[in-house]
């Protein structure tokens, strides 16, 4: 049972684009949601997050949306940059879970110069 | 901030031998850690919950007597390996929660490469 689905395994974008990532989830108790940046033999890098009674959060190049009602949230990445590409990883966590995270199964990112 | 160190970065052992990695929190103090293992090409699978003073959870499926979690203080945690096999090669990586603002962040370690012969 995946609870938290991420249907695009990559993404290929031009240098200067926006990059927008997307992630399902079908678990209504998640409340905190977080993207994750990983290289390869790397640990993931935490890059912004968003609670469920927001919207939108914002972080530099880097926007999180949240839709409750569609359980969808996305990454915005403008602009992108050659560095951006890496696997990215989208994940939640349940009030009252010990802050346990339910991963997506990530999507790769190229951004092409 | 919210730094996260593993060591090693890298082991190679023999088959049957124990391989013992550190988790530390570097610059805060963590009640909880997590322990993942990453296959080739797969997202993070947990393995277990470390809470600090007190017994492990561990995920469906983790044999708790092969993978020992300790976590003596609020900045370390260690997970041993016992006998290890070659099945048991993976990349393995460790979180520490940091509650800042009512959430709790997780902020991973650089990971280790365990490579059993």
């Known amino acids: ?113 | 901030g919210a730094v996260v160190s593993q060591h090693p970065s890298r082991v190679i052992c023999k088959s049957g031998t124990s391989v013992k990695i550190e988790c530390r929190s570097l610059d805060f103090q963590a009640t909880t850690m997590f322990w993942y293992r990453q296959f080739p090409k797969q997202s993070l699978m947990l393995m277990a919950t470390s809470n600090e003073g007190s017994k492990a959870t561990y995920e469906q499926g983790v044999e708790k007597d092969k993978f020992l979690i300790n976590h003596a203080s609020l900045t370390l945690s260690t997970l041993t390996v016992t006998s290890a096999h070659p099945e048991d090669s993976s990349f393995y990586i460790c979180s520490a929660s940091l509650r800042a603002g009512g959430a709790d962040t997780q902020y991973f370690g650089p990971g280790t490469r365990l490579t059993v012969l």
């Open chain 1, 1 to 113: 049972d995946q609870q938290v689905k991420q249907n695009s395994p990559s993404l290929s974008v031009q240098e200067g684009r926006i990059s927008i990532l997307n992630c399902d989830y079908t678990n209504s108790m998640f409340d905190y949601f977080l993207w994750y940046k990983k290289y390869p033999a790397e640990g993931p890098t935490f890059l912004i997050s968003i609670s469920s009674i927001k919207d939108k959060n914002e972080d530099g190049r880097f926007t999180v949306f949240l839709n409750k009602s569609a359980k969808h949230l996305s990454l915005h990445i403008v602009p992108s940059q050659p560095g951006d590409s890496a696997v990215y990883f989208c994940a939640a966590s349940e009030a009252g879970n010990t802050g346990k995270l339910i991963f997506g199964q990530g999507t790769t990112l190229q951004v092409k110069p």
